[in-house]
């Protein structure tokens, strides 16, 4: 039904399939994977879910049955070619040197590709090494989307899920300084065909980098750098969030508390880690803004 276009009827067979399998709905354990296979192609025909949650599905299945990964890797560069080719075709239709490309169908495969890496890497069924090797060289290439939708795979397969939350030690500090090094040279790329996008990557290169500094003790650099990303964007969470760790090591009680209590107001999930976290500590006790923010209680 899939294959013929109709996507209620698809969606339909699949559930059935899905409830009569072994770990189905009701039941425990993991569908089988061609139920999980299924599932991914039919989510990306509908076109509904978000990328991460195609790349989940997809993981899933992944580690279910590896198998098919050859094909996917292979699929990935095909939709990297049709992205490039649907590039190319939509430039050819425009009549003016500043007119608008319209590029949708091309970031659909692009997405395509890059949901595919993703859940390639994350089961380590693609080496990073390599995938950063090719995005370089493409980029290098002035091969700029294709470049970037391998750099966002492994940009989703690199970050944290908490990625406000302090990495401790030598090794959690290499980390963070991998993850900023990455950002920045992806949002290099970006800039080339995505300003918005390119902002979002500096800015997250730079909170880490901001981490980074912070756990090395250069508190003052640490902070300079955090309120030029929040002068840019006041709403980022995770930079309002590590800004409020480096001035509460400052020893700036009132400006912590102001920046922890919009963080947690821009990121609710962000309460949790904040309720152990060590640099708040005389803040959850003292500042009743914060108590009611992190729903302390007595």
Not at 206 to 215: S, T
Request: hydrophobic share 50%; net charge neutral.
């Amino acid at each position: 039904w899939r294959r013929v276009g109709d996507l209620d009827l698809a969606g339909s067979a699949l559930r059935e399939a899905l409830a009569h399998a072994p770990g189905g709905t009701g039941g425990g354990g993991r569908p089988p994977a061609e139920v999980l296979y299924e599932s991914f192609r039919l989510a990306e025909w509908e076109a509904r879910a978000p990328a991460l949650v195609l790349a989940g599905i997809l993981l899933e299945a992944l580690r279910a049955q590896p198998a098919p990964a050859a094909r996917l890797r292979a699929e990935a560069e095909r939709f990297l070619d049709l992205g490039d080719a649907r590039l190319d075709a939509a430039r050819q239709t425009v009549d003016a040197p500043e007119a608008r490309v319209d590029d949708a169908p091309a970031r659909r495969a692009y997405d395509a590709a890059a949901v595919r890496l993703t859940a390639l890497l994350h089961a380590g069924l693609a080496q990073a090494p390599e995938v950063l090797a090719r995005a370089r060289a493409e980029a290098e290439d002035r091969r700029f989307r294709r470049a970037l939708a391998r750099y966002r795979s492994l940009l989703a397969w690199a970050l944290p899920g908490a990625e406000a939350a302090a990495l401790e030690g030598p090794v959690g500090l290499a980390v963070v300084a991998r993850q900023a090094d990455l950002l920045i040279e992806a949002a290099q790329v970006a800039a080339r065909v995505d300003a918005g996008l390119a902002r979002m990557l500096y800015a997250q290169g730079h909170v880490r980098l901001g981490l980074e500094l912070l756990e090395r003790g250069a508190l003052g650099e640490a902070r300079r750098r955090l309120e030029r990303v929040l002068e840019d964007d006041p709403g980022m969470a995770e930079a309002a969030y590590a800004l409020a760790r480096c001035l509460a090591r400052l020893g700036d009680a009132t400006g912590a508390a102001h920046w922890l209590v919009q963080a947690v107001h821009l990121q609710p999930g962000l309460a949790g880690p904040a309720r152990s976290e060590a640099d708040f500590a005389a803040l959850r006790e003292h500042d009743v803004r914060v108590r009611v923010a992190l729903g302390v209680r007595d």
